[in-house]
């Protein structure tokens, strides 16, 4: 009977009351700050086609049918549609595991798409070392771009990284902050050994203190890191200013040029399943490239035919 009263009483609350209650729910478990604020995110975008102040029960399968209805009519990309129809099916299976809804909704396949990068100019601009004039603001962004593409690791990643985690002696880093929650190890190249070491007699501090910092010190939140950058990639001429990119190029770069494999992309990339890895290596196939006008029907017709000499 007391199971039936608090449901009677969870069933007044509206929609966004519930799923405050779900939010609070995901951050007792432990779920990373991110993912919390996407969800908030998302359920923000969603409220422009599902009135969140409608009493929660009152919500049918018709309403979330007519949300996503709406979202197409007013443009919104395939994939975003996917990934806040993703983000409510977490959302109403947390709900039924509550015993709050019995609805369902059925996740939407993503579309395949080309990950942009930054091309190989781009990127030699970008990483092309500043004059002895830099401030150290740009001196940390040029290390920062450099680091990425030493191990095409996440932006929030980059921020939480402190001095105690770099071991230029064993040329390693370790990763304390990633969005599974597992510390990872990362191998740091001979060429990003000597960026790091020049950096670090410049930046100095306290082990726990972050190692890219503001100019004062402090640890750069992420509006301060992404600004960075921005201004960091227009002073060089470059106009794509996404970090996300600098990830993807890392994954192009390996899988192509350096002829890296899909476990060990994994590893550095911090996945927990091969499943986005393989999404890389689908979509920046080197095998495929390699040697192909051995393969080339196109290629080998294009050949000139030897005559018979006497």
Known sequence: MRSKIVFHEQSKKTFSEV????????????????????YRQHLHSISKHLDISTP??????RHLDEMIMSMRE?????????TYVRMLHTFYNWCNREELSTLNITNIREKETVKETYSDEEL???????????????????VIINFFMNCGCRAAT?????NRDVFLKERQIIFRHNK????????????????LNDYMSVRKGNPEDYLFCTQYGEKMTESALRTAIVRYNRSRGIEKTSLHLFRHSFARKYLVDCGGDAFMLQRLLG????????????IFDADIAKNYDRLSPLEQLSKPKETIKR
């Open 158 to 162: 980059v921020r939480n990284i402190q």
């Open 19 to 38: 799923f405050e209650n779900f939010i609070i729910s995901q951050t007792a478990r432990g779920i990373s700050d991110i993912t919390i604020r996407n």
């Open 56 to 61: 929660f029960d009152d919500i049918s399968k």
């Open 74 to 82: 007013s443009g919104l990309a395939h994939n975003s549609i996917a």
């Open 124 to 142: 030699e601009r970008l990483l092309k070392r500043p004059g002895k004039k830099a401030d150290f603001s740009e001196f940390r962004n040029w």
């Open 180 to 195: 599974n929650g597992k510390i990872q190890v990362v191998p740091l190249c001979s060429r990003m050994i000597i960026i």
């Open 271 to 282: 996945h927990s399943t091969l499943n986005m890895t393989k999404h890389y290596c689908s």
